[in-house]
């Protein structure tokens, strides 16, 4: 054991020996090196003194030194100013003048000759391309004038013999026509034309059951209308607060980006509910609130939330109280919903009007007319969607009532005739529900209820319809 501990300490001696070896050896190199750096600026300022006078004439302007250099730098300058003058001859303050004379003396000189090269310059060789070109040009130019002269009376002749003299309708009517046409957009002559042929191979227009599915509709309308006079058997409302509920419903709808078949189906939901069971006054929205909810979840893929529709109502009402209200309606109308709204038949009629964008969208407005105004709950939707039509093709000149139209709509002009004069007589009042108004105003509607307004004016004075008469709108 006392071995063992005299190798130990042994070997720490050892090794303490060898760090004096190792500091001693360190301690030189550095020495060394100290002595090596003490020596060399003296080297090296040998070396840099002509570097530093580079820089100076070639006019460093760097950081480096900037103190000790700043004399030199100035003086450097000064040479370099000093040497530009004697080169050129001109001070600062007059190179830039002097610079502008000699380049425009420069363009000048430019501009002369080739000026005069081209004047006496022979005449270049010409292109066989070029000479067809000519040639080409100078034959239609030397057209006869008498082709062109006689084709124009035979256009008009043909336009004077097909269109009647225009009426004072007609002449208001043509602020709608200075606008653009869409290019598919077209009179239809008056004949019967059956169109399903063109679409026998889209199997998204189900051609082969369009006939059946429009007579099916058809037999439905009677069931899904409400009656007309049920405001007769309400003690606390009236038509009027009726209008005012749906103008606000169809606010909500354009706040909410709803499909139409959703607003229509909202305001039947609404009269045949009110045609079957009384309802105060302070339950009048709920049960607006209640029909939009329930027709979002039918015709909606995505439907608004219970939480977005009592938003919408002020918080006037709870979950508890609209889930109550929808049951209550649905138990009412025996959860039949299946009502054919006039869209619908918009869509078909279109088709014998090639699918003006402008006519659908003035007939789309001319339709929600019939929500607002209670005295066209008596008429289907199918006519109301017909007379739309027949109204917006009336205020573009797009022609008569032809076959091909009385085919596709079902009814022919007399049949029209009666609604029609009712949508002259809204229009031409003023306004009273102003949510409809503004919507139908706005540039995504072609400003619909602002146009129609001013052709519905003179239409009621042509068409003699009696503004006099009181109406609880």
């Known amino acids: 054991m006392q071995a063992k501990r005299v190798t130990r300490q042994r070997s720490t001696a050892n090794q303490d020996e060898n760090a004096g070896v190792a500091s001693r050896a360190t301690r030189a190199s550095t020495k060394s090196q100290v002595g090596k750096s003490v020596l060399a600026p003296a080297a090296s300022t040998k070396a840099s003194a002509p570097l530093n006078r580079k820089r100076v004439a070639l006019e460093d302007v760097s950081n480096f030194n900037k103190g000790q250099d700043a004399g030199l730098?100035?003086?450097?300058?000064?040479?370099?100013?000093?040497?530009?003058?004697?080169?050129?001859?001109?001070?600062?303050?007059?190179?830039?003048?002097?610079?502008?004379?000699?380049?425009?003396?420069?363009?000048?000189?430019?501009?002369?000759?080739?000026?005069?090269?081209?004047?006496?310059?022979?005449?270049?060789?010409?292109?066989?391309?070029?000479?067809?070109?000519?040639?080409?040009?100078?034959?239609?130019?030397?057209?006869?004038?008498?082709?062109?002269?006689?084709?124009?009376?035979?256009?008009?002749?043909?336009?004077?013999?097909?269109?009647?003299?225009?009426?004072?309708?007609?002449?208001?009517?043509?602020?709608?026509?200075?606008?653009?046409?869409?290019?598919?957009?077209?009179?239809?002559?008056?004949?019967?034309?059956?169109?399903?042929?063109?679409?026998?191979?889209?199997?998204?227009?189900?051609?082969?059951?369009?006939?059946?599915?429009?007579?099916?509709?058809?037999?439905?309308?009677?069931?899904?209308?409400?009656?007309?006079?049920?405001?007769?058997?309400?003690?606390?409302?009236?038509?009027?607060m009726r209008g005012i509920l749906v103008d606000w419903l169809i606010e909500v709808h354009t706040r909410f980006r709803l499909l139409p078949e959703t607003l229509y189906l909202t305001v039947n939901i609404i009269d045949r509910f009110l045609g079957l069971k009384q309802v105060g006054l302070d339950k009048l929205q709920l049960v607006g609130v209640a029909a939009m909810w329930v027709a979002a979840k039918y015709e909606e893929v995505y439907s608004p939330s219970i939480k977005n529709f009592i938003y919408v109502s002020d918080g006037g009402y709870v979950e508890d109280e609209l889930l109550r209200a929808e049951r209550y309606i649905l138990t009412t109308l025996d959860y039949d919903l299946s009502y054919p709204n006039p869209m619908n038949f918009l869509r078909r009629i279109s088709k014998a009007d090639d699918y003006d964008i402008r006519t659908r969208t003035f007939a789309k407005y001319l339709m929600e007319v019939s929500l607002l105004d209670y005295r066209f709950l008596e008429y289907p939707g199918s006519l109301v969607a017909a007379a739309s039509m027949y109204m917006a093709r009336k205020m573009y000149n797009r022609g008569s009532w032809n076959a091909s139209l009385v085919h596709y709509s079902g009814y022919t002009e007399e049949e029209i005739l009666p609604v029609f004069k009712l949508m002259i007589d809204y229009l031409a009042r003023p306004v009273k529900h102003e949510a409809f108004f503004m919507k139908y105003a706005d540039k995504k509607f072609k400003k619909a209820s602002i146009k129609v307004r001013s052709w519905a004016k003179s239409a009621a004075v042509h068409y003699k319809v009696d503004l006099t008469e009181p109406v609880d709108l």
Do not use: C
Request: no cysteine; glycine share 2%.
């Open 73 to 240: 730098e100035k003086d450097g300058k000064k040479a370099v100013k000093a040497a530009l003058v004697t080169k050129t001859g001109v001070t600062k303050t007059k190179t830039r003048t002097v610079l502008k004379e000699k380049v425009v003396e420069e363009v000048k000189a430019t501009e002369v000759k080739p000026a005069a090269k081209t004047a006496a310059s022979r005449p270049r060789k010409r292109s066989n391309s070029s000479i067809r070109a000519t040639e080409t040009e100078n034959i239609e130019n030397e057209a006869p004038v008498e082709e062109k002269i006689q084709v124009a009376p035979v256009e008009t002749k043909k336009e004077t013999v097909a269109q009647p003299k225009p009426t004072a309708v007609e002449k208001d009517g043509e602020v709608f026509a200075k606008e653009p046409i869409n290019k598919k957009s077209r009179v239809v002559e008056p004949a019967a034309v059956v169109l399903q042929e063109e679409e026998e191979d889209d199997p998204l227009m189900v051609a082969e059951y369009a006939e059946e599915i429009d007579a099916y509709l058809r037999e439905l309308e009677p069931k899904g209308m409400p009656n007309p006079e049920y405001m007769d058997h309400q003690d606390e409302l009236q038509w009027k």
